[in-house]
């Protein structure tokens, strides 16, 4: 509670402010809600850093849309058709009609064209090296960031072969400081386990350790972390999206009701 409150006073003190937006496919409908106590608390945010279904809403958010807007653009994607069959010796999948509903949304754009400044992480996967995109197509670098491993495609750009950026910077509070923003607020999704009750869940719970391990020693004193509960969500049904950005809105608010800037 006293680094939270140490948070607000530096906030009051109009310190360039850095927002983190985390993977957690579906569960990233609770950004969302987050946006929307932003923007009725007039937080001014000078950088976005986002990674996963986090690096989607940042830029739809980065180029100027409001969370009204958003919240409309996320509830008008076809879940089912977004991704599509393309198998290959590197994934089933490709998620190329993903990255064109942000293009339809934001029009095909750079990251020089935002609003906000924006950065984007992705993993080499040759490499296992953590890859920040803040130039380029916009749309290629949400697809790079959210193409899961072993399901989606890698994107082969500028000789690296990029997929999702949950396996080095799931919440990228880093990321977002190196940009140049003294305090971050950063939008943790992937907070809990359940207990599992097949393969399909052993599989996602062995990714999530993975993610909070390397997602947990990124915090500065200085930064407000937003650990949302969301241990009654799941991340692939999309029919929990409404109640989802009611969450975001709900704990969102409770932390950051006190901001003033």
């Known amino acids: 509670m006293e680094k939270f409150l140490d948070a607000i006073q530096h906030l009051r003190r109009k310190e360039r402010v850095g927002l983190a937006l985390s993977g957690g496919v579906v569960l990233g409908a609770a950004h969302i809600g987050v946006l929307q106590v932003i923007e009725e608390l007039d937080i001014k945010i000078d950088y976005v850093a986002g990674t996963s279904i986090g690096a989607y809403i940042g830029a739809l958010f980065a180029f100027g849309k409001s969370s009204k807007e958003i919240k409309k653009i996320v509830s008008g994607v076809n879940w089912l058709k977004a991704a599509e069959l393309s198998p290959s010796r590197f994934g089933l999948l490709s998620n190329h009609k993903f990255a064109e509903t942000l293009t339809g ?3 095909d754009v750079d990251f020089k064209d935002a609003l906000i400044p924006l950065a984007v992480v992705t993993t080499d996967i040759s490499t ?3 890859v920040v995109l803040k130039s380029g197509n916009i749309a290629e670098a949400v697809m790079a960031s959210t193409s899961i491993p072993g399901i989606f495609q890698p994107l082969e750009l500028n000789g690296s072969m990029l997929v999702d950026g949950g396996l080095v910077e799931n919440l990228p509070v880093l990321t977002a400081r190196d940009m140049g923003a003294d305090i971050v607020i950063g939008v943790n999704l992937v907070t ?5 009750r097949n393969i399909i869940d052993i599989l996602v719970n062995s990714l999530h350790l993975s993610i909070v391990n390397n997602t947990k020693h990124h915090y500065g004193e200085k930064d ?7 241990t009654d969500f799941n991340r692939v049904d999309t029919y929990q999206v409404p109640d989802l950005i009611s969450q975001g809105y709900r704990q969102g608010k409770s932390r950051l009701k006190q901001v003033v800037l």
């Open 105 to 107: 949304a934001i029009g």
């Open 128 to 130: 296992g090296e953590k």
């Open 192 to 196: 809990g386990f359940k207990k599992p």
């Open 224 to 230: 407000i972390i937003l650990n949302l509960q969301l």
